[in-house]
């Protein structure tokens, strides 16, 4: 597994934007999928977005789609998620994970796995995005 460090969260107005990172280290060689994940109070752990290996493939769930971007640079095992006209509903802890390697570079993020089998996948300790009205 690889090791996973978010940064970037904090406190926004309604509107705002942000822009989180995920740096990983470790055994970062091989094709990792990588995704962001968000768990509000009270809330159970939720898909936001996530991204092949190779970049060319990527997914959002629907409350994020027009409003965040995910992406990654490779050379920096550095994965993104840009966050744009953000509302109080966004307000959450940030989750980035990596799948398993994969031989497959356009592979997904298998969202539904990690959710299910939290130890499959590699995940980082989380960072607070807070959306005031």
């Known amino acids: 597994q690889v090791q996973l460090v978010e940064s970037g969260g904090g406190l926004v107005q309604a509107g705002g934007s942000l822009r989180l990172s995920c740096a990983a280290s470790?055994?970062?060689?091989?094709?990792?999928?990588m995704g962001w994940f968000r768990q509000a109070p009270g809330k159970d752990r939720e898909s936001v977005a996530s991204i092949s290996f190779s970049g060319g493939y990527t997914y959002y769930t629907d409350s994020v789609k027009g409003r965040f971007t995910i992406s990654r640079d490779n050379a920096k095992n550095t994965v993104y998620l840009q966050m744009n006209n953000l509302k109080p509903e966004d307000t959450a802890v940030y989750y980035c994970a990596a799948d398993p390697p994969s031989s497959d570079p356009n592979l997904l993020l298998d969202h539904v796995r990690a959710l299910g089998d939290p130890g499959r996948a590699s995940w980082g300790q989380g960072t607070q995005v807070t959306v005031s009205s």
């Open positions: 470790g055994r970062t060689f091989g094709g990792y999928a």
